[in-house]
Every structure is written in structure tokens, then in C-alpha cells.
């Protein structure tokens, strides 16, 4: 797949079919930018009616050019662009950049159109930008096949764009600002290459640094995701998104013809895959330059070191408005700064070094604060005054950022009088802005995107306790209201649901006569709350269908007969249940646990303060499923009941472990059952003592068939793959469970890799030893089931969970390919394992679609090479001392006789 992307954006030759002779056409135009930024490759323009174009001979078609072509740039009218792709394929075209407009903006008929192009595409192995599209441009390549005025400078960026028209404005704003590019994209309409794909090219490409998207809508929610995911710890990716606002949205939707998403659930979506999202055009530029210059800050708290009071104060004020906090410099720094600085300095954070102000003293009070541990970056602003040095204080600035590991942010004030400055902070790798806002801006977003990637690749808890779901029980309740053509539970269904998955609900019972509502009101305990079930009175209140307050049998047969006359007076009709009875609870906190179907990212987790003002007061949180404890746990801390919820001015905290334990037993609902549309439960009672469900609504979607042995295509995140354990046994009878690894698990990896010998190491690794780390257990444990797997085998010794060895394949993007690797802890070698840890992973390996798997392994490892010879793989040599292996997976006999998973 890398090399059919190669054709587009590392091509060697072009052919600009529709290219013109008049100079005002989008083709003319194009040609015109790939010869005059001398492409190093060959340029053909395609047009039957000119001779010669800008001194190039032209040709009538692509099958009369004397070489194979690269790459296709088609600018006709979208009339002839079917035409044009089939000859494209026939003349044995790798990759198509399609200019034109008029597909799926264009309504049914333009939908047919690219339906026939993509068929055509896939028929000849094509790949497509567009259409709809600016063109591409790569300047390392001298590759401008764009119709925009500017060629774009050299650089490290990687910028994809949905809006062509937008990108002419940037360029020119590039070249301005001396801001170079990787990789330049328009990519249109997406019909077939989209985000996700360019992810995950750029992100292997070692011209690229940080990947920039302006993006209006989203066709491949799961695909993106899981590209995010892997690339977003290693190269920064800025997303700025429009159609944030429902107007936005309508927008966007006419501009692609794609539907945008609530913003809500792309919020979430960049939170959850690593990215970094950011509000303008400015920021996003910004953003790359300080994240490619400076390391990522630790925390928010900021140092600003200033000659002028009042930028400091703007400053200050602007952080603490966008969520960043003011430094408290310890009583160490504020010695240090007493002894070095006039007697009038503020004696503070920020640091006001006062208008006259020396290189030296600026020297001193950075590294004084940078120093620090309660500092996790400086800013520092100057000031041009009469004494004032520009040029000397940011040669000190960049000394001084040699010598740490935290984040330096420059406001040079001003325009002439600290140009060359500028420059200076520039060579020097500090990120310098005109005002200190647009620093501060920087410095906040630089802290989020460490946030981010902690949520991404934070080790969690496990959870308080175990629980299995009931799921007969559930698709039992589920199927019932489905059979009867309902597309919502009664009160007392929903809360049977919410009990199959071991959420808290009191106890309640339908009564049918009065008497037995005095009955069960006895039993459950007053006092009670009564309410109607009935499918016609969903909003109970408003026909009288609700009773507080009941405290005994007598009370309990009235209020039955005055809730059934209430609902039979304003619903003649209605059918009727009965009346729910259950006991009133009273608790210290009313939240909202719920969830909404999203149209591009499918179940959405909304967490807050409930109640009956919930959409006034507006705090809520979202996430995606599946959810662990830690992912849980950060849903919660970002609304701001939480600062209640852990307990204020002497009242208790609720337990917040099992708070989060609800929200992921919750989320078990979301990647079971397709079928749910919307859930609403509000309140969800809570205090110290615990929570339970005191309402709850369902709201459902027909049935929704199961792709045979994937059940999880409603969702964008991969859940985990609970269908590929099995337990197995080794050579001496004893019982070992094999199954995915979780991130939960880096205490256990950690601990067997402790025991593990140096030479099984080295051959694991092949000859390097790693440095076990926090960061390197991640890269082990949090996985893209979607693109990666590891099995572990896990046995119980003495009492205890064990792991005992590890077997991983990481597929390519594609999934074409994937490597494959293996770890048998020493005490455990030599009985089975690692035979039938290597058949299995195969086997899961082919279900993933896998065609084919590839390993390198040192030739002292006999072991290993018996192992691979004995199921066929190719073993071909690599380097000195090494061998590289490789498996055509697809036409391989099945390793395993039995799966305990279906194959597909």
C-alpha cells in the first residue's frame, strides 16, 4: 500500500490530463506550477486538440506517452472523468489526483459518478485524491500539482486540508511567515483516501515531523482512529476542526457533501486517540513550530519572566482564564532571585525584572525558574526601552535552553526594533510570538497535548472487582421490546438491563391492583415512589402518572387507584402496564450517566451533574467505549461537580473507584448491543455510602445483524477481544489460560521480564537488551486491537497470577502484512508453550485477515529457526548473523485443529 501512495506524493512522473493552453484554466495552470518548480521527474500534459504546451509536447491520451505514469492529475469536467480514470487504468496509471468538481456535492447523480470511478480504481489498482481538490505539493521534490499561486517552502510539516480555497490563503501565509512543509494536501471529497490513510503514510515518512489536519467532517471514524492512535505519541498531530457550532456544521455538510458530527463527539474522539485539537489557524501552526522546538511541559504551571508589568498581568490573567495556572516559585528561588535582582524586582511570579533589565539578569531569573520543580515552563517577554538589549537576552535565552528539559516561550514585543532578535530565537529553536497571549495560547495547548497523551497511554487500575454481565438476560429484555416493535424499554425493563450489568438499582416490582400495590409497597419498605408503565405514557409526570412519598399499604392502594384514573383521564387509550413500585432514595449528589448515538463515531458516553436542570446547568463530560477505570476516571475529573464529588469544606467525598467502576460496567452495554440508540439515567443517586439508579430510559434502533465473527463494527475503538482466549495445557498437564493482553497487565509484564535471562532477551529483541521503562511497558500493554495483538499466557502459581510468556503480531496499516515476535519466560521453556502460543497467534493472525507474516531472528537461535522451519516459513538471510523469515499466511494449512473463536 506504501508504494501505490508513493505514486501520488513521490511520483516520478506526471501526466496532467486536461492541462490547456489558455492561461486563466485551472489545467494551464497546474502544468504550469509542476514545470516552473522543475519537478524532478517527467511532466506530460494530456490534451487531444493542443500540439504543445508551455514548450512540452502534448499528447492526445495516456496510452501514446512514451512511459508509464505515476501519477494522473485530471482536470476535465466531471462529465468525462469516468472515461478518463478507465484509461487511466489502462494505461497502467499507479495513483490519481482528480481536480474536477461536481460528485458528491452534486447530489444522486454525481454519487453514481464516483461510484464508477472508485469500481473502476479498484479494478486497476488505483488510488485516489479528490476529487473536488486543490492538488498536492511536495517541495523536496520541486512537485507543485496544485493550481495555487505560491509554491510551498521546504519543511517538516505535513498539512491535509478538506478546503482547497483555504489552503491558497495558507500558502501564501507560509511563505510570509517562512513556514515549510513536508507534504501540502487538498484531498476534497475523500472518496477514497481520507485521513486515516494519510496518518498513516506521513506518519512513517522521515521528512515529516507533525501532522497537521484542517478537517470538516469525517467519513471513516474507525480508521482514523486507529491511525491516530499509532502515530500520535511520535509525531504531534493538530487538528483544527470546523463546524463547531450548529451553523458551522450545515456548512461544513454543503461545502463535502458528508454529514459533520456533534463537535461533542469529535472532542472526545481527539482526546481519546492522542491528538491535539486547537481553535484557529494561528494555533495550528503555532502549535507545531513549539512542539518541534521546545519539549512538552509536565504540568500547566507557567513561569512568566517580564522587564514590564503589564504584560505580565495580561499574561497572568489570560493563563488562569484558559485553564493553565501561575507558578509558585519555592522559597529556594525566591532567595536566589532576592540576592541577584534589584530590591524593587515583584518578589513574585511573574517574575518583573524591571525595565532595565540586562541580558545577565534575564540569564539569572530563567534558569532560577526553570530550576524550580513547582515550574513546568517560562515565559518571557521583553520589553524594547531605551537600555533594553533584544539581541543579548535571546542569545542568553538560548543558552539557557540547552541546559533543560523544560519548555521556553519568547515574547519579543515590537516589530523593527527586535527583528533580528527574532532571528536569533528562531536559530535557537525557541518558539517567539508577537504578544504574550499567543504564547500563553501555546503553552496551554502544549500541556493539553501531554494530557492527552497521558489519557492515551495511562496504566490503569484494575478494576474493584470482577463482574460478568448477564448478556442472556439482557438480549432477552432487549428482544422482547424489538419482537413487539418497540423502540424503547417501559422504566421497569431499562432497569432490568441496567441489573444484568451489575449497576446498582433498588429493588421494585409492577403492581396490577391496588391491593397488591399495597402488598409490595409493605415488602420493598417505605416510603415508596409509585409511577405508570405504560408504552403511551413515556413522560410520566404529565398525565398524573407519578406518586412521592407513599408511606403505608393504605396510602399505597390509593395512590394505585389515582395514578390509573389520572392516566385513563388524559390518555383514554393508553396501554397499561401497571404501576412500578420501588423505595424512595435520598442522596447527597443527582448525576447524569447516559449515552447518545453519534452518526460518525457511533456510542457516546455523556457523564455530569443530572437532575432536572441538567440541560441548564450544562456540566457534562463525554467519552467513547470501551472504557477501563483510568479512561473512566478522567470522564468524571473533567466536569466540574467533581471537585464535590471528592468531598468539600467537611462533607464526605463518594467512593470515586466505584463511581468509574459504574461508568465502564455502563460502557459494556454500549459495545454489546448495537441496537441501543440513547440511554438516560437521571438521577443516578450518589454519596459516600454509594450510588443506585432512580430513573432510567431506553431508547432503541431496529435489530442489527453481527458480521460473522466481528461484533464490534459499531464501534471505532476496538473493544477488547475477549473471543481469542483459551486455555490450553503443557507438556505436563499443567492448565494455562492464553489471552489478549490488556494495559492493566504492565505489572505482570513487567514482573516476568524481571525474571527473564539476558540471552532470552537478546534474542527476543534481537541483540538489544531494552531499558524497561514506564514508556516501554506502554508500547508493550496499551494496543490497537485493531492493528496489533499480543496473547499472553497467564497461569495461577501458588495463589497467584503469573505471566508466564507474551507472543505479538503488529500488522501493517493495511493489514497486509505483520510482524511476528515471541517471549517465553525461562522456567517455562521447553514445554509446549511456545509451540502452541506461535499455532495460535497464526491462527488469530489469519482470522485478522493477515496475508502475510514476517519475523527476523538471529541464527544462533536454533530454537526459534526449528520452530519457524517446521510451519513452513521462508527463511532468507537478512544481515550477518540474522535471518528474515517469512509466511504466505494465505494459502498456509490452519495450525490449529480447534478454535474457540469463529473464524471468518
Known amino acids: 500500500m506504501i508504494h501505490q501512495l508513493d505514486k501520488i506524493f513521490k511520483p516520478k512522473s506526471i501526466a496532467v490530463v486536461g492541462a490547456s493552453t489558455k492561461a486563466d484554466s485551472v489545467g494551464h495552470s497546474i502544468f504550469k506550477n509542476l514545470i516552473e518548480n522543475n519537478f524532478k521527474g517527467e511532466v506530460y500534459p494530456i490534451n487531444p486538440k493542443a500540439s504543445e504546451i508551455l514548450g512540452k509536447k502534448a499528447y492526445p ?59 473502476t480504481c479498484r479494478k486497476y489498482g488505483m488510488r485516489l485524491i479528490g476529487p473536488n481538490c486543490l492538488g498536492t505539493i511536495n517541495p523536496k521534490l520541486g512537485m507543485n500539482a496544485t493550481f495555487a499561486n505560491r509554491m510551498a517552502l521546504p519543511g517538516n510539516i505535513a498539512f491535509i486540508s478538506q478546503s482547497g480555497a483555504l489552503c491558497s490563503s495558507i500558502l501564501d501565509w507560509a511563505c510570509e511567515q517562512n513556514v515549510g512543509f513536508s507534504h501540502f494536501v487538498s484531498i476534497g471529497s475523500m472518496v477514497d483516501i481520507g485521513f ?6 506521513f506518519g512513517m515518512d522521515q521528512e515529516t515531523s507533525s501532522i497537521l489536519i484542517y478537517m470538516e467532517s469525517l467519513t471513516d471514524a474507525r480508521k482514523f482512529m486507529s491511525a491516530a492512535r499509532a502515530f500520535a505519541r511520535s509525531k504531534p ?6 463546524g463547531k457550532s450548529s451553523a458551522g456544521s450545515k456548512a461544513a455538510m454543503s461545502h463535502t457533501g458528508t454529514l459533520a458530527g456533534n463537535d461533542a463527539a469529535f ?5 481519546r486517540s492522542g491528538c491535539l485539537r486547537v481553535e484557529t489557524i494561528s494555533q495550528l501552526f503555532n502549535c507545531a513550530q513549539a512542539l518541534s522546538m521546545q519539549p512538552r511541559p509536565r504540568g500547566n504551571r507557567l513561569a512568566i519572566v517580564t522587564n514590564a508589568g503589564g504584560p505580565g498581568v495580561l499574561a497572568t490573567d489570560y493563563l488562569t482564564t484558559r485553564g493553565g495556572e501561575l507558578a509558585q516559585l519555592s522559597e529556594k528561588s525566591l532567595e536566589k532571585l532576592n540576592a541577584a535582582m534589584p530590591p524593587t524586582w515583584s518578589h513574585g ?85 508577537r504578544y504574550p497571549e499567543s504564547a500563553v495560547d501555546v503553552f496551554v495547548q502544549m500541556h493539553q497535548y501531554s494530557r492527552n497523551l497521558e489519557f492515551l497511554y495511562e496504566t490503569p487500575p484494575e478494576a474493584p472487582h470482577r463482574f460478568a454481565p448477564r448478556r442472556d438476560a439482557a438480549w432477552h429484555v432487549l428482544r422482547s421490546a424489538l419482537s413487539e416493535k418497540r423502540h424503547y424499554l417501559l422504566e421497569h425493563e431499562a432497569k432490568e438491563l441496567m441489573r444484568c450489568y451489575d449497576l446498582p438499582v433498588g429493588g421494585s416490582k409492577v403492581a396490577t391492583s391496588a391491593k397488591e400495590a399495597g402488598k409490595i409497597a409493605t415488602e420493598i419498605g417505605f416510603p415508596v415512589v409509585m409511577k405508570i408503565v405504560s408504552p403511551d405514557a413515556l413522560h410520566k409526570t404529565d ?9 403505608s399499604e393504605k396510602e399505597a392502594a390509593k395512590a394505585y387507584d389515582e395514578i390509573m384514573a389520572s392516566v385513563k383521564k388524559h390518555k383514554p387509550d393508553a396501554r397499561i402496564v401497571g404501576v412500578l413500585i420501588e423505595q424512595m432514595v435520598k442522596k447527597r449528589f443527582e448525576l447524569l450517566i447516559g449515552a447518545i448515538r453519534d452518526p460518525i463515531f457511533g456510542p457516546l458516553i455523556v457523564f455530569g451533574q443530572g437532575g432536572v436542570a441538567v440541560e441548564v446547568i450544562k456540566d457534562t463530560n463525554f467519552g467513547l467505549p470501551p472504557l477501563n477505570i483510568a479512561l473512566a476516571k478522567r470522564i468524571i475529573q ?27 460496567k455502563f460502557s459494556y452495554i454500549l459495545t454489546d448491543y448495537p441496537e441501543v440508540r440513547e440511554i438516560d439515567i437521571n438521577p443516578y443517586l450518589v454519596d459516600e455510602t454509594g450510588g443506585v439508579v432512580v ?85 508493550m500493554t496499551h494496543i490497537d486491537y485493531d492493528r496489533e495483538m499480543a496473547m499472553i499466557a497467564e497461569i495461577n502459581e501458588g495463589g497467584k497470577q503469573q505471566m508466564i510468556g507474551v507472543v505479538r503480531i503488529i500488522a501493517d496499516a493495511w493489514s497486509e502484512s505483520a510482524e511476528f515476535a515471541i517471549l517465553i519466560a525461562d522456567a517455562w521453556q521447553n514445554k509446549g508453550l511456545g509451540n502452541q502460543m506461535m499455532d495460535y497467534m497464526l491462527e488469530i493472525a489469519r482470522d485478522k485477515g493477515i496475508l502475510k507474516i514476517f519475523a527476523s531472528v538471529l541464527r544462533t537461535n536454533t530454537h526459534m529457526i526449528r520452530m519457524f522451519k517446521e510451519r513452513g516459513f521462508e527463511l532468507r538471510s537478512e544481515e550477518e548473523g540474522a535471518y528474515e523469515v517469512s509466511l504466505d499466511l494465505e494459502h498456509a494449512m490452519p495450525f490449529v485443529a480447534e478454535l474457540p473463536f469463529q473464524p471468518v
Not at 472532542?267 to 482526546?271: P, Q, V
Not at 464529588?645 to 459504574?662: H, S, T, Y
Request: charged letters at 30%; glycine letters at 8%.
Open 349 to 433: 511570579n511573574p517574575v518583573d525584572v524591571l525595565g532595565d533589565a540586562s541580558a545577565e539578569g534575564y540569564r539569572i531569573a530563567l534558569e532560577t525558574c526553570l530550576s524550580d520543580d513547582g515550574v513546568d515552563g517560562v515565559l518571557t517577554i521583553l520589553t524594547t526601552q531605551t537600555v533594553t538589549d533584544p539581541e543579548g537576552t535571546a542569545k542568553a535565552l538560548v543558552e539557557v535552553s540547552k541546559k533543560h528539559r523544560k519548555p521556553i516561550l519568547a515574547a519579543w514585543m515590537g516589530e523593527r526594533d527586535v527583528w533580528e532578535a527574532r532571528e536569533i530565537l528562531e536559530r535557537g529553536k525557541i518558539p517567539n510570538y
Open 237 to 242: 498531530i493538530i487538528i483544527l476542526k470546523a
Open 543 to 551: 398525565v398524573g402518572g407519578v406518586r412521592l412519598h407513599i408511606s
Open 695 to 779: 430513573d432510567a430510559r431506553v431508547l432503541l434502533d431496529d435489530y442489527q445483524p453481527r458480521r460473522k465473527g466481528h461484533p464490534y463494527q459499531h464501534l471505532v475503538i476496538s473493544p477488547y477481544p475477549e473471543k481469542y482466549a483459551k486455555q490450553i495445557h503443557l507438556n505436563d498437564g499443567r492448565e494455562v489460560l492464553l489471552r489478549p493482553i490488556r494495559p492493566e497487565d504492565e505489572p505482570m509484564e513487567l514482573e516476568m521480564l524481571n525474571t527473564i535471562s539476558d540471552q532470552s532477551l537478546y534474542y527476543r529483541f534481537f541483540g538489544y537488551v531494552p531499558k524497561v521503562t514506564h514508556d516501554f511497558m506502554i508500547r
Open 196 to 201: 486515516a490513510e494519510l496518518i498513516d503514510y
Open 267 to 271: 472532542d472526545a474522539a481527539f482526546k
Open 61 to 119: 491520451n495516456l496510452a501514446e506517452v512514451p512511459e508509464k505514469i505515476d501519477l494522473a492529475v485530471v482536470v476535465v469536467p466531471s462529465k468525462f472523468v469516468p472515461a478518463v480514470v478507465e484509461e487511466c487504468g489502462q494505461a497502467g496509471v499507479g495513483g490519481l489526483i482528480i481536480i474536477s468538481a461536481g460528485f458528491k456535492e452534486a447530489g444522486e447523480e454525481g454519487e453514481k459518478m464516483v461510484e464508477q470511478i472508485l469500481a
Open 638 to 664: 473533567r466536569t466540574r461537580i467533581y471537585k464535590q464529588l471528592k468531598g468539600f469544606r467537611g462533607i464526605p467525598g463518594v467512593d470515586l473507584d466505584d463511581l468509574a467502576f459504574q461508568l465502564v
